[in-house]
Every structure is written in structure tokens, then in C-alpha cells.
């Protein structure tokens, strides 16, 4: 079974889609893709189709979601037979069959990939070697291996799926990491003296994660690279405006370094030499020497 929930819902088996068009089957069918070979208890199926407030027939009518995702995995099991035994999983090339795909467990049902791809198992595989890549400081293999795992990416997670609790809360987490990966990327991206590559990518990042202090502070310094230095300040200066409005806080020591250190350098000119492969964690104005 392939499943993609980076973007719009795509569970697959036998290369046929088994993904419904009704809304709750498919939150049923997205809620056990993101947790693929793992039980899904049938609380959080519940929770997720009807809040805190389900039916008396909540187990009952999520049954017949179950019976309806598993006539859809059937018919793509048929058609992998018809094909021919080299073709996929179906009853005539394994025996497998829909409750094979689709299993019924002690408290809940899980949702067997059977060794297929999953883009969320994917990205955090491709993720979890670029952030081993940063440490060693490989910049280069790093925004490569990163750079990979958001290509993934083709939209908010789950984007064509009405989401309830659950899903939203997996959403939240996935966008999370996707962020963590894009914020390591583009750092790996600084350190190759990559500067004006980036301005326009972080230039949208930074309007729409407004509150975000280290997509600005890479902002900042890409734009002082580039012998932009006004407009650094200027971009320190929204994101202070920006956090004491929302918040209530001033930005963090961290970006006040920064911002001071922008300050105290020379008047706008050439930009900065990169940052050589070896220099310590974190964004820096000048590279070391």
C-alpha cells in the first residue's frame, strides 16, 4: 500500500485508489494512514469524527466506515488478481484480502502498508539524515538530504480532508517538523554563502510566519549579506513591532545580538565571505576566519 497525506489524501493498493469521497470515511481512511501499521484506537476514531459529542450509534456507523474503506481496498485487491500474479497483493497472488489490509484489532483497527511507501515514513527518514548531515557540519549534503524531504511536500498535510480533532493535531505536528526541516535547510543554505538564493524563499516565509524569531534572524542575515543592511534593520524592526503587538514580548537576546551586531558593522557594501563548513551552530554575520 503507498499512502501520501503531505498535501492531498492518496492511499493506493495495487497502484487503484481506495480513498473515499465522502468526508467521514475518508477522515477515517486519513486518520489510519498517518498511523500506518499502527493501531488507531477506536476512542480517537470516534473523537475524530464527532468531537465530544457523538452519537449513541458512534461505534455502530464508524463499522460501516470500516466495511465501506474495506470494499474499496477489496476491489483493488480484485483487480491486482486480474492482472496477473506479478501485478500486486490480491487474493489470487497471496491470499491477502481486505480484513488482511484492514485489520480489526482489540480496541481499534489498524492500517497494514505491507512494506509499501509512506511520505510521511519517507520525510522524516530524509529529515533525520539531513539534521546528522548538519552536526557533521556536510552544509552541502544537509540542504541536499533536507531539500529532498520538503520536495514531499505538495501542500498542507491532509489538505483535501475535513479534519477533526485528531487530524488537526497530526497536522500541527507535521507542519511543525516540516518547518523544523525548511529552518535547517535554509541555515545549511547560509552557511554555503547561499544568501541571495534564499531572499526571495524567506522573504514569504517571513510574512507568513510573522512571529517566527529564526526565519527572521535568517531573513536579517541574508539581506545584510547582500549589502541590504537597512533593510535588515528594518526586518528586525517589524518582527519587534510584530511580537510586542501579538504577544506581548520583546524579540529574544539572541536576535538582539544579531540585530546589534548588523548595527555595528560597516556601512552596506560587498557581501560577507560565507561561512566556512566548520563554524559553530547558529546564524552569524561574518564568517569565521
Not at 466495511?67 to 506479478?86: H, K, S, Y
Not at 477533526?164 to 535547510?185: F, H, I, K, P, V
Not at 510573522?210 to 549589502?227: D, K, P, T, V, Y
Request: proline letters at 6%; glycine letters at 10%.
Amino acid at each position: 500500500m503507498d499512502i501520501e497525506v503531505l498535501g492531498a489524501l492518496d492511499v493506493r493498493e495495487n497502484g487503484v485508489s481506495v480513498a473515499p469521497t465522502a468526508p467521514k470515511p475518508r477522515q477515517v481512511l486519513a486518520l489510519l494512514a498517518v498511523h500506518a501499521d499502527r493501531v488507531v484506537p477506536v476512542a480517537s476514531l470516534i473523537e475524530e469524527l464527532w468531537s465530544a459529542r457523538p452519537p449513541r450509534s458512534a461505534r455502530t456507523t464508524l463499522q460501516t466506515y470500516v466495511l465501506q474503506l474495506r470494499e474499496l481496498i477489496g476491489q483493488a485487491l480484485a483487480r491486482g488478481a486480474a492482472d496477473g500474479p506479478g501485478s500486486g497483493s490480491g487474493p489470487g497472488s497471496g491470499g491477502r484480502s481486505a480484513k488482511d489490509v484492514l485489520v480489526t484489532l482489540p480496541g481499534g483497527y489498524l492500517l497494514a502498508a505491507s512494506g509499501g511507501t509512506s511520505d510521511v515514513r519517507e520525510f522524516d527518514r530524509l529529515a533525520g539524515l539531513g539534521y546528522r548531515a548538519m552536526d557533521a557540519g556536510d552544509f552541502a549534503g544537509a540542504s541536499r538530504t533536507l531539500g529532498a524531504a520538503l520536495d514531499l511536500w505538495s501542500g498542507s498535510a491532509f489538505a483535501d480532508v475535513q479534519t477533526g480533532a485528531q487530524l488537526t493535531m497530526e497536522a500541527r505536528r507535521l507542519e511543525e517538523s516540516r518547518l523544523c526541516a525548511l529552518d535547517q535547510r535554509i541555515e545549511a543554505d547560509l552557511r554555503l554563502g547561499r544568501h541571495r538564493e534564499v531572499l526571495a524563499e524567506l522573504t514569504v516565509l517571513t510574512s507568513r510566519y510573522r512571529n517566527h524569531e529564526n526565519l527572521h534572524a535568517q531573513f536579517m542575515i541574508a539581506l545584510h549579506r547582500s549589502g541590504r543592511r537597512g533593510e535588515a534593520l528594518n526586518a528586525y524592526t517589524h518582527l519587534r513591532t510584530t511580537l510586542s503587538r501579538d504577544l506581548g514580548l520583546e524579540p529574544s537576546p539572541r536576535l538582539r545580538r544579531l540585530q546589534h551586531s548588523i548595527l555595528m558593522a560597516a556601512p552596506e557594501g560587498p557581501p560577507d565571505p560565507p561561512v566556512p563548513a566548520r563554524a559553530a551552530a547558529g546564524p552569524q554575520i561574518t564568517a569565521g576566519r
